[in-house]
């Protein structure tokens, strides 16, 4: 009986930290669909991103010539992204608006978005992005479901459409009261396109070491298959 008690007492040590973990998950985060390897996807992102974001906020470790890594021809890289003439590819992403007049505007500073997604994680971008709804009782008229009384207006909104929150507690779910441009499969898509991109963006060089992690990969294989072969032919004789 006392062993079994004692085995009650272990479990429930070990389930404690579990437990504490589901009750405080009260966010709960889609699974980003963030695919580094799909340099068209990035690129949509990269669109996306000046032409949506850097209005406010700035990317300042980021070069547009970096944007070559996606498979951009400087061409493109001015082209499509609507460069203005003086912005030479080898500076970084500036911010439109200066950071005084944007914390003047929505009462915080649009952080930096270089490395966001270390920050903050693939899933939380792309959750976030997804889950602005409307909200009389806000000056920007913009609420958010894992960013509580966020200071960011949905610059999206004419893609996603408009949502509503309903519902209390665990409950509450996020519904489409006003379509957007985009079908909600589509805009799902354009904010994974976004979300790679800024993952990209955080770390240029994950493309490179993916490569290089491959190399490695297939040269310890090599490498196995070499010494096994070699513990066979030394054990031959002795056997
Ligand atoms: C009109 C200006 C404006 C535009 C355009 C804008 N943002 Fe923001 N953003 C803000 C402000 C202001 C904040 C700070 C919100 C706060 O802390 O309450 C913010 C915060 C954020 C945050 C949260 C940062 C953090 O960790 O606290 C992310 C992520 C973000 N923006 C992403 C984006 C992306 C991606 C785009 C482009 C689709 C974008 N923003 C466009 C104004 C803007």
């Given at each position: 009986m006392k062993a079994i008690n004692k085995l009650w007492m272990l479990a429930l040590l070990m389930a404690m930290p579990v437990l504490a973990i589901a009750s405080g998950a009260e966010v709960h985060l889609d699974k980003a669909p963030v695919n580094l390897k799909d340099q068209v996807s990035l690129q949509r992102g990269a669109k996306l991103f000046t032409s949506r974001c850097l209005a406010c906020h700035?990317?300042?470790?980021?070069?547009?010539?970096?944007?070559q890594d996606i498979g951009m021809t400087e061409e493109q890289i001015k082209k499509d992204l609507e460069l203005?003439?003086?912005?030479?590819?080898?500076s970084t992403m500036q911010a439109a608006m200066d950071a005084n007049s944007a914390k003047l505007a929505y009462g915080v500073a649009p952080p930096d978005l270089s490395v966001i997604a270390r920050s903050r994680s693939a899933d939380w971008l792309y959750t976030y992005l997804r889950s602005f709804y409307v909200d009389s009782a806000r000056s920007t008229g913009w609420n958010n479901a894992i960013f509580p009384?966020?200071?960011?207006?949905?610059?999206l909104s004419d893609m996603q459409g408009e949502q509503a929150l309903k519902g209390e507690g665990h409950e509450r779910k996020l519904e489409l009261t006003a379509p957007g441009s985009m079908k909600p499969a589509e805009y799902d898509s354009a904010v994974a396109d976004l979300t790679n991109y800024l993952v990209f963006m955080g770390e240029p060089a994950k493309l490179v070491r993916y490569d290089l992690g491959l190399i490695v990969l297939g040269f310890l294989s090599i490498l196995f298959v070499l010494v096994y072969a070699l513990k066979k032919e030394i054990w031959k004789d002795l056997h």
């Open positions: 700035s990317a300042s470790y980021m070069r547009y010539n970096r944007l203005p003439e003086d912005v030479k590819l080898g009384n966020v200071g960011m207006p949905h610059v």
